[in-house]
């Protein structure tokens, strides 16, 4: 569900008087995230979606390096990407980012991971 959607549905449910607990328990989400969209007004909301959507990866300034080494190497883990960029004095990232951005780039560019050393 969208971050729209459910605030609809938040702003629904309680204006139907059901409480923040319930709320929270019908759409599995956290109660802390009922009230947060709750004190929100709609415009606020708008403008909050807006610049949730514009956000930036860390990882993004790397990223035609990272595409560029995962189309030479498509058997290449996200570990070692992680391992390259720190060994090229890029910064270091968390291994979990690493392997989501590449999970990414992955699906985004359609490059599939090839296992070279996968038994014949």
């Known amino acids: 569900m969208d971050k729209l959607t459910l605030y609809s549905e938040i702003k629904g449910l309680y204006d139907q008087g059901f409480s923040l607990r319930r709320i929270a328990q019908k759409l599995d989400v956290s109660r802390n995230t009922v009230t947060s969209y709750l004190n929100r007004q709609p415009d606020e909301m708008g403008e909050w979606l807006a610049s949730t959507k514009v956000r930036r990866k860390s990882l993004d300034t790397?990223?035609?390096?990272?595409?560029?080494?995962?189309?030479?190497?498509?058997?290449?883990?996200?570990a070692q990407?992680?391992?390259?960029?720190?060994?090229?004095?890029?910064?270091?990232?968390?291994?979990?980012?690493?392997?989501?951005y590449v999970k990414e780039l992955r699906s985004k560019y359609k490059i599939v991971k090839n296992n070279s050393a996968a038994p014949v």
């Open 62 to 78: 790397h990223q035609p390096m990272i595409l560029q080494w995962l189309k030479e190497h498509p058997d290449l883990s996200a």
């Open 81 to 100: 990407v992680c391992d390259w960029l720190e060994e090229k004095k890029f910064g270091k990232y968390a291994e979990s980012t690493v392997r989501r």
